[in-house]
């Protein structure tokens, strides 16, 4: 710890007590602030525990496989409802509707042996002074990382799947700023401009345009990703996800990213920084896959 004195570190533990104390768990992992990381285990142990994320990813690092394609079930298929977006103070996040089938997308393959059902989307960013990626890739961390969280079909609830070692799967997508945004990107772009409506805590907005879940993949590779067993970043850092960080960066117009920026959190702050800093990985695996090119023959 890097507290000046054990005084300090006891005054600014009393200050942040009556939250914890007298709230309902779901209530209090609500009220985490990004100011202090460090302060997490105080109030969610697991957040002081083994196996947590973000990690650094390396492509030399890591362990080159051929692990199962990821599968995307119903990704490409509309949702049967409007999305309704919301800044709950600390990202801009919604819930996953269901498709036009009744069923959610859901994702298969990679570490994954069961079904994973898509729940809830939401991004971590930095500010114009720092980028706000979770992960980094390669020693370089990026602009904005999106988080498409979904949960092990087996269980009926996020509690029940928080305690759980398979509980959850978490598809990550980092982006990285550019001058122009030379691809348009249909289902991402309705996002961007969502946030302009979003601006203070617990707003919401609709877009109006029916999407798909696939639609905020762009058209990235969904063929090579790095795949590794970690944590949810945000209180309580249960261990229980299997992340999926793709290893092509998607781009960002640099008139979208500063829209995040311009959110505020519950006190009326700009919501700024919201990514947990890097984990250890310790001594756990991190696989690379990729599929080849082609199936090209030289002759
Ligand atoms: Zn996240």
Not at 2 to 10: A, K, L, R
Not at 150 to 175: C, I, P
Request: charged share 20%; hydrophobic share 40%.
């Amino acid at each position: 710890m890097n507290f000046q004195s054990i005084g300090e570190f006891y005054q600014r533990l009393l200050v942040l007590l009556p939250f914890a104390a007298n709230l309902l768990p779901e209530e209090r992992a609500r009220r985490f602030s990004y100011d202090d990381p460090k302060l997490w285990p105080y109030f969610y142990p697991q957040c002081g525990g083994s196996t947590q994320s973000p990690i650094a990813l390396s492509a030399l690092k890591a362990i080159p496989i051929g692990l199962a394609p990821l599968q995307f079930g119903l990704y490409e298929e509309p949702f049967d409802e409007l999305l309704n977006m919301r800044n709950n103070g600390h990202t801009v996040e919604f819930s996953v509707p269901t498709t036009v089938f009744g069923e959610r997308p859901y994702l298969t393959g990679g570490l994954l042996r069961d079904f994973y059902e898509a729940m809830a989307v939401h991004f971590h960013w930095g500010s114009a002074l720092r980028k706000g990626s979770e992960h980094a890739i390669n020693g370089r961390r990026y602009d904005l990382e999106m988080h498409i969280v979904h949960r092990n079909t087996k269980y009926a609830s996020d509690e029940e799947a928080r305690n759980q070692t398979d509980g959850f799967a978490v598809l990550a997508v980092l982006f990285k700023v550019v001058r122009h945004n030379y691809y348009y990107q249909p289902g991402l772009h309705e996002i961007f401009s969502s946030l302009l409506h979003l601006g203070d805590f617990n707003r919401t907005y609709t877009p109006p345009a029916f999407l798909t879940l696939g639609s905020l993949l762009g058209n990235l590779n969904r063929d090579n990703f790095y795949a590794y067993k970690g944590s949810l970043t945000t209180p309580p850092c249960s261990p229980v996800v299997s992340w999926h960080v793709f290893s092509e960066v998607l781009p960002i117009s640099d008139l979208d990213l500063p829209k995040f920026w311009q959110l505020r959190d519950r006190r009326g702050r700009p919501l700024l920084n919201n990514f947990r800093p890097l984990q250890s990985s310790e001594a756990r695996q991190v696989f690379l896959s990729q599929r080849p090119i082609a199936d090209y023959v030289w002759t």
